[in-house]
């Protein structure tokens, strides 16, 4: 067995992670296999398992990384939302464009493929992944819920609605004809008017005068 300083340890890690996010985000899970991460890192199979036990542990590892990516773009986003609509919006406007331009983001989502590959795992395996998330991008539901104005008491039916608003604008994709529909932010656009509306009742004054202040992140 190889052994391999700390320094090397960590870069190789990284290589494993980028070239499994790669390979993922082009073949899908099921297509992809060891052999092509260990080849695209040029390392031998023996020196892969020295870091994961399998390709679902990498592939934990690569969806981990883009959570919390997401998570940080999603909080950098939302910072400046003066109202609580504001930053329903802002926070659907960005799950929108990172569906729409990250792979692995959309099948994270919709597919729950990332909890459900973390289920799969020993309690062992996502400790040493430390897999276990400090929050998730369809956190905020969880404060919305408590303001006066939100329609909903439910954060999880929150989370489930925008998650099949997410699904819709997945199945736009496969859906559209080119020489027929509409420009896809156009649809977002009128999709996030409809969903951030039917969130909130219609008075607006108690939300702009009480609520704005009770946003913090």
């Given at each position: 067995?190889?052994?391999f300083s700390d320094e090397d340890r960590e870069r190789i890690r990284g290589e494993l992670i980028e070239a499994g996010r790669e390979l993922?985000?082009?073949h899908g899970f099921e297509r992809t296999r060891i052999k092509d991460v260990t080849e695209a890192v040029e390392i031998g199979t023996s020196t892969f398992y020295q870091f994961y036990d399998s390709k679902e542990m990498l592939y934990v590892a690569v969806l981990k990384q883009e959570r919390d990516r997401l998570i940080d773009r999603v909080d950098a986003a939302v910072v400046n939302a003066e109202t609580p609509r504001e930053e329903v919006r802002t926070m659907l406007e960005t799950l929108f464009?990172?569906?729409r331009s990250d792979p692995l983001i959309s099948r994270m989502i919709v597919d729950n493929e990332f909890q459900t590959l973390l289920n799969q795992l020993s309690e062992s395996e996502r400790e040493s992944l430390a897999a276990?998330?400090?929050g998730e991008p369809l956190g905020y539901a969880d404060r919305w819920v408590q303001?006066?104005?939100f329609r909903f008491d439910d954060p999880d039916l929150v989370?489930?609605?925008i998650t099949s608003l997410i699904f819709t604008t997945r199945s736009?994709?496969?859906?559209r004809d080119p020489e027929t529909a509409m420009e896809p932010q156009?649809?977002?656009q009128a999709l996030i008017d409809t969903i951030v509306e039917g969130l909130f009742v219609n008075d607006t004054s108690t939300e702009n005068a009480g609520e704005a202040t009770s946003i913090t992140h």
């Open positions: 067995m190889t052994r993922f985000t082009r464009d990172e569906v276990e998330p400090p303001l006066p104005s989370r489930d609605a736009q994709e496969l859906m156009r649809v977002d």
